[in-house]
């Protein structure tokens, strides 16, 4: 609605209660006017009659052929008017000129009283279709449909009609989110339960075979399993608490080089048996704000990850660099780089790519991506045109 609109209906009724208004004060003063002028005519009169009664004849023929007279001021009241004695009124003394004041001001009323009409049934007209579009929008959403309420100006009721909007938006979002986390949960379930029955049916087959021939073997096996196990059960408290929110994490200044450097080195022995070097140049001063431990674990599980797809004799190369805006972290190895089909699910919980090692629980990459959106990050992964697989961190400047 533009400005002229807006404007239309309080000048439509300003100018509609300004008639009436005008119209009542012009009736009231023709009238007062029309009193004082017949009630000083009465005085005078009555005190010629008084002084000289012989001229009373006079003075009747005198009203009857000229009533128009100047209006003096107001004086006695009407009731003792002599002219009431004669038969007249006052509105036998109204000029013509007064006549056509009150039909003007009659005519004034009537048009304030149509233009005030007039306003308030096209406002309530309109008023009335709001409502129905209003109502006719949660009608449709209450069945299931969607649409969307387009403003028409900028009083209470647009208010209103936004304030709907975002409440219905807020729980069409709800519900989403609800039946996203309720998808999510059912994917989640099934997929531990898978996690879990592979361990369980291995030592349940290796008991068996135990007790028929005990060897070192199926203990070992038992052995594996059971560590397994304990690896699934910790990764999924973890995953649970980076998803309530409750993962205890500090916030403090952490050398980039120190992060990488810890993480290269609590894997070292890992990197040794797989016959891996981890390459990381120093690249002057870079830090995050963080919580080193977590943020370690994080880069650990990418590290672990190259380091699986690097054939022996390679190595996993590291750089970082800063600017103003944020600071990145990037993991390369020398493989044959993700699968087409893997890459968009590289970081789905328990999802095992083409190439995944056998013995992995799938949650690595999952946990890495939420430690790092955690502490205000982003982590991706692709491939490199030269050949091999890459992981770049994100960490912005709070």
């Known amino acids: 609605m533009n400005v002229g609109k807006k404007m239309a209906v309080p000048a439509g009724i300003l100018l509609a209660v300004s008639l009436l208004v005008t119209s009542l004060c012009t009736v009231f003063l023709i009238s007062y006017y029309d009193r004082a002028h017949f009630q000083m005519m009465g005085e005078i009169y009555q005190e010629i009659i008084e002084s ?18 100047s209006k003096p001021l107001m004086g006695a009241p009407a009731e003792e008017n002599i002219l009431y004695a004669y038969g007249y009124r006052q509105s036998d003394f109204q000029p013509a000129a007064s006549r056509m004041v ?14 005030f009409l007039l306003i308030f049934f096209s406002w309530h007209k309109k008023e009335i279709e709001r409502v129905k579009n209003l ?72 008991m068996q075979m135990m007790q028929e021939t005990p060897s070192l073997h199926q203990m070992e096996q038992v052995r594996a399993q059971l560590l397994r196990l304990n690896a699934l059960e910790e990764a999924l408290l973890l995953l649970s608490r980076i998803d309530s929110g409750t993962l ?15 993480a290269a080195g609590n894997l070292q022995e890992l990197f040794r048996e797989a016959g891996v070097s981890v390459d990381i140049p120093e690249n002057g001063s ?24 690097t054939p022996p004799g390679g190595c996993v190369h590291c750089s970082y ?37 056998k013995d992995g629980i799938g949650v690595g990459l999952s946990l890495a991506k939420g430690i790092v959106e955690s502490q205000n990050g982003t982590l991706s992964a692709g491939n490199r045109k030269e050949g091999g697989a890459y992981f770049e961190i994100h960490f912005y400047q709070a």
């Not at 936004?162 to 979002?173: A, F, H």
């Open 286 to 309: 870079a830090s995050i704000r963080g919580d080193l431990e977590w943020t370690m674990e994080a880069v650990m599980n990418l590290l672990k990850n190259c380091m699986e797809h």
């Open 102 to 115: 009150a039909i003007f001001a009659a005519a004034g009323a009537l048009a304030g009283g149509m233009i």
């Open 248 to 262: 205890p994490l500090e916030c403090r200044e952490v050398d980039v080089f120190t992060l990488l450097e810890l």
């Open 135 to 206: 109502t006719e929008y949660l009608e449709k959403i209450n069945t299931g449909g969607s649409g969307v309420l387009m403003q028409t100006g900028e009083d209470e009721y647009v208010k209103l009609q936004d304030e709907i909007y975002k409440t219905v938006t807020e729980l069409y979002q709800t519900r989403d989110a609800a039946l996203e986390a309720k998808k999510n949960f059912a994917e989640n379930l099934y997929n531990i339960a898978h996690q879990l029955k592979t361990p369980i049916t291995s030592i349940s087959l290796s």
């Open 321 to 357: 660099e800063q600017n103003p805006l944020y600071t990145q972290i990037k993991i390369q190895d020398e493989g044959v780089g993700f699968a087409k089909e893997d890459l968009p699910h590289i970081f789905e919980r328990f999802y095992r790519g083409r190439d995944a090692k």
């Open 52 to 69: 000289q009664p012989e001229a009373e004849q006079i003075i009747f023929s005198v009203l009857k052929n000229d009533l128009h007279r």
